[in-house]
């Protein structure tokens, strides 16, 4: 529409502005407003005015029906950190289309009116905003709270307080929550529970002990060798590697008790029938088969095959009779069942059969032996150097007494000599190369055993996301509640890269890339209401050869593309969305940020 402004100046005259402006929509219950689509100057300046006004009509009836390009007028006199040019991200909408897809907000709304909560802050949106915040800008959640103004009409109306208020809300939902996320996944992707994969991992705080018996933050054994506190998680995956549930123990709790209350819960929670668990051997012992089995369930575990737990397997392993092996002898393997005493329901020995897959891969033996010979070389500078020999942790105040058996004296006077221990290195060299698995079902071959067991990768792959990529630890928060919360957060996290990485399917980008590509997708919007899309990239690509498996691998040569814009089209695709003009008008940008689905 035209628009004529009239402006009068300090010495009374009067100058008609004329413009053509249309109007937009600035959201909901907000009045509409106009932005300028083009200045065409003042009516008083012009020859002849008549000609002038129809060139205006014309320009308006065009762009009426042709919608003419942007034209946007730059204020030369704008300032660093204004409005207008600051950034924001609405790559997060892509996250939050599998977000939406998967209930959350309904399913908090519910679960706070539930609980009858009457607080004054957002738990909904909080929670949301620290979701979908772990998987693009993991920090803390003071440093998190300082990023909310950032992202493009995310709901962020609330202070630092009220984030660690919702913590504690955050943590009751905890169990019903899991559930909630298993149905969504069930119905909108489906979930292959033939198999449920199990491990366990934990993460530690920057704490030096406990602040009392009941934290669970413990001291235990660390997989990082860490001293500090520490807690455990447990956590079932599906066979599409997409997360069931998680569980938090205590850091001194052992990783093979975890297993019978975590999968308890997991069976009644999720309505299962028989299930096939598959672990690692940390989670291999005779009480958990025996829980599993008395369950009505399967198991696959690896199993240690040196020292006495291995012992048992020790003349099938060294007997050349059995084995089977590939052409040239790089890999081969040997099956067979065994009997085993377990103990039934009222604690009564029983026998069982179980099937043993040996197998040994010349790879694997060598980079054993490598491994072996480093610690070799260690030892050695160990003996020799006696700096390499102080005592830590709780060797600092054990003491070594030499004593005669036969008179109980003890002996004084003498010299310990170290050494490395070859032999030892020798005996354990036999082992090079060489694993076992066991498992309940009698009628898997030594392929499904292989195929089922390969699925572990995925949870390891989950594990080492949280950890590296969703910087789950160390952990800042101390509460009981507080932790609980956090490690909510960092599964729904997971959940949604995971369901992500899913869809992608064999083409699936890291966890990683993900998050770098998905933090380049940003825009500013002008004071008259155009947004301005900003170029996504800012990493070469490297050129991709096939290797002797048909996998695409990187090399060293790199290519004239970019990595992060040919990233951002594979997501773009996957969510079938075609967002690439610079220029948008702000209600049309909306629009096209709403047909951002998950698929």
């Not at 599906?238 to 093979?256: E, K, R, Y």
């Not at 377990?342 to 891969?361: A, C, E, F, M």
């Not at 800042?476 to 990485?501: D, G, M, P, S």
Request: glycine share 6%.
């Amino acid at each position: 529409m035209i628009k004529k402004d009239k402006k009068t100046y300090a010495d009374g005259r009067t100058k008609t502005q004329i413009r053509v402006v249309e109007s937009y929509w600035v959201g909901s219950g907000l009045p509409p407003k106009q932005r300028t689509v083009k200045s065409f100057g003042y009516l008083e300046d012009q020859d002849d005015q008549v000609n002038f006004m129809k060139k205006v009509e014309r320009f308006n009836e065009d762009f009426k029906k042709n919608k003419q390009p942007i034209r946007l007028e730059a204020d030369l006199t704008a300032k660093m950190y204004s409005k207008e040019n600051q950034k924001y991200n609405y790559g997060y909408k892509y996250l939050e289309s599998i977000y939406n897809s998967l209930n959350i907000d309904k399913f908090m709304d519910d679960f706070l009116d539930k609980i009858k909560f009457r607080g004054k802050y957002p738990v909904t949106d909080i929670f949301k905003f620290l979701v979908i915040l772990r998987i693009l800008n993991p920090d803390s959640k003071r440093a998190t709270f300082q990023m909310k103004n950032e992202f493009y009409k995310m709901n962020t109306d609330f202070n630092l307080e009220d984030v660690y208020r919702s913590l504690d809300e955050i943590a009751a939902s905890e169990i019903e929550l899991q559930r909630h996320l298993n149905n969504q996944v069930k119905n909108a992707i489906g979930r292959d529970l033939s198999y449920a994969f199990y491990d366990v991992t934990n993460y530690f705080f920057e704490i030096d002990f406990p602040s009392s018996e009941a934290d669970i933050r413990q001291k235990g054994v660390s997989k990082e060798h860490r001293t500090s506190p520490i807690v455990g998680m447990g956590l079932f995956m599906d066979s599409n590697g997409l997360p069931v549930s998680m569980s938090i123990f205590p850091g001194n709790t052992s990783d093979s008790i975890t297993l019978e209350p975590t999968m308890k819960d997991v069976k009644s929670s999720y309505d299962l029938g028989r299930l096939i668990v598959v672990a690692d051997k940390g989670l291999n012992s005779s009480k958990n088969i025996d829980i599993i089995v008395n369950n009505g369930d399967g198991y696959l575990f690896s199993q240690i095959i040196k020292g006495t737990k291995g012992q048992r397997y020790h003349e099938e392993l060294f007997n050349p009779a059995g084995w089977i092996s590939n052409a040239d002898n790089t890999y081969r393997t040997k099956l067979f069942e065994e009997e085993y005493t377990g103990k039934d329901k009222d604690g009564k020995k029983i026998t069982r059969k179980r099937k043993v897959l040996l197998y040994w891969s010349k790879v694997e033996a060598e980079i054993a032996e490598k491994k072996r010979l480093e610690k070799l070389a260690k030892a050695a500078k160990s003996v020799a150097n006696n700096a390499y020999s102080i005592k830590k942790g709780h060797e600092e105040y054990t003491k070594e007494n030499i004593v005669d058996k036969s008179s109980g004296e003890v002996l004084e006077d003498i010299k310990k000599i170290r050494s490395v221990d070859i032999d030892k290195a020798e005996l354990d060299s036999q082992y090079d190369g060489y694993f076992c698995i066991i498992t309940s079902e009698l009628d898997y071959d030594e392929s499904k055993i292989r195929e089922v067991y390969h699925g572990l990768w995925k949870i390891e792959q989950s594990f080492r996301i949280m950890k590296s990529d969703l910087y789950a630890r160390p952990v800042y928060v101390w509460t009981n509640e507080h932790i609980k919360a956090h490690f909510l957060i960092c599964f729904a996290a997971l959940l949604i890269v995971r369901i992500i990485q899913h869809k992608m399917g064999d083409g699936a980008l890291s966890a990683e890339r993900i998050a770098r590509c998905l933090n380049e997708v940003t825009c500013q919007i002008s004071t008259n209401g155009i947004v301005k899309l900003d170029d996504v990239g800012g990493a070469i690509a490297f050129k991709k050869v096939p290797d002797k498996n048909g996998k695409l691998i990187e090399t060293l040569d790199h290519t004239t593309e970019d990595e992060i814009a040919l990233d951002y089209k594979i997501i773009q695709n996957l969510f079938n969305t075609d967002i690439n003009n610079i220029y948008h008008r702000q209600e049309e940008f909306n629009k096209l940020l709403k047909e951002i689905v998950a698929l």
